[in-house]
């Protein structure tokens, strides 16, 4: 867990599993407004999964998503950004030199927001051991290093298939037993009074532990995205849906 603390800011825009491809573009979009401050957060935070594809040591992946990149280091000059890792990305450090990155290692993140313990995270972060020593192996600079000559060498054909198949998964459906599943997950952890994170695509909030519960939803399914605004109920996120003015 990464102990560093960040301080939250009213008019944050929280993005989480955008699984952004050329066959899934609308966050182009609305990364486009923030560039041109037709729209303006106080602090841009993404959750994970912003790209369905994007590993660093893999030029192949850098090239097909250059455009966002782009801009978002440009934003990031301006404001301050904070990139939590998801399983779709990753390695992030050195293409978002300006951003705050926080690998899965680090996660959660320990934020405030005002007088409030805030953690933060991608989701996948307590997976089983399978899943842990998988995500350490795809994460690992020499297994990459291997993966990205297979990848030249077959003219980026696993790449481009597994796009194909990305695009095709449902990003909306629901989790059966969400509830059930989350509380028996965090019992007797994360004392805070929130924990967001992404990953499972429910868009569903409720209290477990004494702290309240977020998970976002997918900005993948009818472009969701947060704002972090103070509230007098239980409540620190308005939902918003990005739509681009025609």
Not at 124 to 142: C, H, M, Q, S, V
Not at 172 to 182: A, D, L, Q, S
Not at 185 to 195: G, I, M, P, T, V
């Amino acid at each position: 867990m990464y102990h560093k603390k960040i301080e939250l800011k009213e008019g944050a825009f929280i993005i989480s599993d955008a699984h952004y491809s050329h066959q899934r573009p609308a966050l182009l979009s609305f990364i486009q407004e923030i560039h041109s401050k037709k729209l303006c957060p106080s602090q841009l935070i993404f959750m994970g999964d912003i790209f369905d594809t994007l590993f660093g040591g893999i030029d192949y992946t850098y090239t097909e998503n250059q455009t966002l990149i782009k801009l978002i280091n440009e934003i990031s000059l301006e404001i301050e950004v904070i990139y939590l890792e998801g399983n779709h990305d990753f390695n992030l450090g050195e293409i978002f030199l300006n951003a705050v990155v926080y690998p899965i290692q680090n996660q959660p993140v320990l934020t405030t927001y005002k007088d409030k313990k805030v953690y933060l995270a991608h989701g996948d972060f307590d997976g089983e051991t399978f899943y842990k020593i998988y995500t350490a192996l795809i994460r690992n600079p020499f297994v990459l290093f291997i993966l990205k000559y297979i990848d030249l060498i077959f003219n980026h054909i696993i790449l481009k298939k597994l796009d194909i198949y990305l695009a095709k998964k449902d990003d909306c459906k629901k989790f059966r037993g969400f509830e059930k599943f989350i509380e028996k997950r965090f019992a007797n952890r994360f004392k805070s009074d929130y924990f967001i994170e992404g990953h499972f695509h429910q868009n569903e909030s409720f209290t477990i532990n004494e702290f309240n519960y977020i998970n976002l939803g997918a900005f993948a399914c009818n472009q969701r995205y947060f704002i972090i605004e103070y509230s007098k109920d239980s409540s620190i996120l308005i939902e918003k849906k990005f739509s681009k003015e025609k």
